[in-house]
C-alpha cells in the first residue's frame, strides 16, 4: 500500500509535468516491484493504480459492470450539463454510444468516409506542392500540428454534419494567396474548443461548489471556460439547425437517406420515441468534433514527425505505398493488408504519444480485484494510456520508436512471453496452456489489454477504428507525394522527443515542424503500364 504522503507529492508533480502522474503510476512500478499498487489518499476515496494488463482485463472486461463509471473532472460536468458521451453515464451514455457508433461501423459509411479522406488530403497536397514549387529551395516548411488539425477539422466535421468548414482551402489561401473562405465562426470555434480544453486540464481536480463560487465571484478560470462553451454553444446549434432544416427539404423529395451522423441523431428516438432534445444533441455532436478531430491530429501530427526524422520509416513507408502503382489510398487497402508497414508506424505513435492520458473509472460495487486489492464503491482505479504504453515489463526500449512491435510475429512471441509471467515459474503445463489460449484470444480479438491508446472496455473510443484507418490512409497519401525532413529551422527543431502537453487531449503547444520536399511523381505511378 502506497502512502498517502507518497501519493500527494505526485498530486503535486502531476501539476507540473506534461505526464506527473502517469510518470509516477511507472515510478511506483520501479520502486515496489508490483504493477497493481492501492494507495491511501488522504483526500479522497481509495485509489488503485495498475498497468497490468491482466487487470486491464478484468476492470474493462470480465467484469466492466462494475466499472462502467467515468472519473470526469467537475469543471467538464459542470460546463457540460452531463451530456454527450463523455459527460454521461449508465442507460444514457450507452443509449448515445450506440446512436453514435453506427455510421462507423457499416461498409457504407466508412466508403463515404474513405472517400472524404482521400479528398481532403488530396486538396492539402496540392496546396503543399504548390506553395513548394515557388519556394527557392524547393521545400515547405509546415507546422504539420496546425495543418493536420485543420485537415482532420474538415474530415470530421464533413463525416459528422455533412458539412465542409473548408479549413484546407484557408491553408491554400495562406500558403499560395488569394481569397480564402469566410471561416470566421469556424476559426472562433476552434479557438473555443483549444482554450476550453486548456482551462479544463487547469481545472482538473477543482470540485463543483468551488466552480460555482469561482464563476458568481469572476476569479479563477471558469468564467472564461463558461464563455468558451457559449461560443460552442450557439456555433453547434447553428450547425444543428442548418442540417435539420436539410432533412425537411430532403424528406419532402423522399429521401430519408442518413447521410452523416448527425442525420442519424436527428431522426433518433428516446425510450419513450419522441425526438431527441436539441441539448442531447449538442451534446453528441461536440464530443464527436471536439474529441474526434483532436485525436486523430496529434496522431498524424506524430507520424510525419518521426518519419521527417527516421529515414529507414519513412523508406519502408514509400516502398509499401509505391505498390499501389500512383493511386491514391483508400481504406481497403488498409483493410486488405496493402498498407501494414504504414499501419505499424501509425499504432508505434499512438503508442509512445496517447492521444488521451487518463482513463480512471469509478468502482460501483465492493469488490476484489485479480490481485487481492479489495476496493469498495467510490473507490477509483487508475488507468493510463500513456503509462500502459511505456511500461518496461510489456514494451522492451519503450522510449525507442519501433514500429516493428506490431508485427503480427512479434505480437505473438510478446503475448506468449506474457502468458508464462502471467502463469508464474510454477504453473503446471494446464494453467499455461489456458493462459496462451486466453492470450491468442486477447490479441485475436483485438483486445489485447496491453496496448489501450484510445482506451478500453464499455467506455472507449466509438471511433478509434476509424481514426485507425483515416490516419494510415493520411499518412501514405502525404508520403506518396513527398518525402519529408526535420525543419532546417533551428529554433523549430525541438529534438526527436516531442514537446507535449495534455489538457483534454495531447496537444503541442511549441508545433511540430518539417519541411515537405514535393516528388517529381507519385510514388509507383512510372511503375504503370
Not at 510514388?523 to 504503370?528: K, P, T
Amino acid at each position: 500500500m502506497l502512502d498517502s504522503t507518497t501519493f500527494l507529492r505526485s498530486l503535486l508533480k502531476a501539476g507540473t509535468s506534461p505526464v506527473g502522474m502517469p510518470e509516477a503510476m511507472l515510478e511506483w512500478v520501479d520502486s515496489t516491484g508490483k504493477e497493481t499498487i492501492g494507495i491511501k489518499n488522504a483526500i479522497g476515496p481509495l485509489c488503485v493504480s495498475t498497468v497490468d494488463p491482466d487487470i486491464v482485463e478484468y476492470v474493462c472486461h470480465a467484469n466492466a459492470k462494475n466499472y462502467r463509471l467515468r472519473m470526469l473532472p467537475d469543471a467538464f460536468r459542470y460546463v457540460i450539463k452531463n451530456k454527450g458521451i463523455t459527460g454521461s453515464d449508465g442507460a444514457y451514455n450507452r443509449e448515445h454510444r450506440l446512436m453514435c457508433q453506427k455510421p462507423f461501423m457499416n461498409s457504407f459509411s466508412l466508403d463515404q468516409f474513405s472517400r472524404t479522406v482521400e479528398d481532403r488530403v488530396g486538396l492539402l497536397c496540392d496546396a503543399w506542392a504548390r506553395a513548394a514549387s515557388s519556394s527557392a529551395t524547393g521545400g515547405l516548411e509546415i507546422d504539420v500540428d496546425d495543418h493536420s488539425q485543420r485537415l482532420t477539422l474538415d474530415i470530421v466535421t464533413s463525416l459528422a454534419f455533412n458539412k465542409d468548414f473548408k479549413q484546407v482551402e484557408g491553408i491554400d489561401a495562406q500558403l499560395n494567396g488569394g481569397a480564402g473562405p469566410d471561416d470566421s465562426e469556424i476559426s472562433a470555434m476552434l479557438d473555443a474548443y483549444n482554450n476550453t480544453s486548456e482551462i479544463m486540464g487547469q481545472l482538473f481536480i477543482t470540485p463543483v461548489p468551488l466552480l460555482k463560487l469561482q464563476n458568481v465571484l469572476g476569479i479563477g478560470r471558469v468564467r472564461e471556460l463558461k464563455e468558451g462553451y457559449a461560443v460552442l454553444e450557439k456555433g453547434i446549434d447553428n450547425i444543428i439547425n442548418e442540417r435539420r432544416t436539410q432533412l425537411e427539404i430532403n424528406s419532402r423529395v423522399g429521401d430519408d437517406e442518413d447521410y452523416c451522423l448527425l442525420d442519424v441523431l436527428l431522426r433518433a428516438k428516446d425510450s419513450e420515441g419522441n425526438p431527441l432534445p436539441q441539448e442531447d444533441i449538442w451534446g453528441d455532436v461536440n464530443d464527436i468534433m471536439a474529441a474526434g478531430h483532436r485525436t486523430t491530429a496529434s496522431n498524424l501530427t506524430v507520424n510525419l514527425h518521426h518519419v521527417a526524422r527516421m529515414p529507414e520509416v519513412q523508406a519502408a513507408i514509400e516502398r509499401e505505398v509505391a505498390t499501389l502503382r500512383g493511386r491514391a489510398p483508400t481504406f481497403k487497402d488498409v483493410q486488405e493488408g496493402r498498407l501494414q508497414y504504414t499501419q505499424r508506424v501509425v499504432k508505434e505513435s499512438l503508442r509512445k504519444y496517447a492521444p488521451i492520458n487518463l482513463f480512471p473509472r469509478i468502482v460501483e460495487s465492493d469488490d476484489v480485484l485479480p490481485s487481492g486489492h479489495a476496493v469498495e464503491a467510490g473507490d477509483f482505479i487508475l488507468l493510463s494510456s500513456w503509462a500502459m504504453g511505456r511500461n518496461p515489463r510489456v514494451w522492451a526500449r519503450p522510449n525507442a520508436f519501433d514500429p516493428e512491435r506490431f508485427t503480427e510475429e512479434n505480437l505473438r512471441v510478446n503475448a506468449e512471453r506474457l502468458a508464462r509471467e502471467s502463469a508464474g515459474p510454477d504453473a503446471d503445463e494446464e494453467t499455461l496452456r489456458i493462459q496462451m489460449e486466453r492470450m491468442s484470444r486477447r490479441i485475436a480479438g483485438g483486445r489485447d489489454f496491453t496496448y489501450t491508446p484510445f482506451g478500453s472496455g464499455p467506455r472507449s473510443c466509438i471511433g478509434g477504428t476509424f481514426a485507425l484507418l483515416a490516419t494510415t490512409v493520411s499518412l501514405a497519401s502525404v508520403v506518396q507525394r513527398f518525402s519529408f525532413e526535420k525543419s532546417s529551422d533551428p529554433r523549430k527543431d525541438h529534438g526527436f522527443e516531442i514537446p507535449f502537453v495534455y489538457d483534454t487531449t495531447i496537444t503541442f503547444p511549441k508545433g511540430v515542424h518539417v519541411c515537405a520536399v514535393p516528388r517529381k511523381v507519385r510514388l509507383g505511378a512510372d511503375a504503370e503500364g
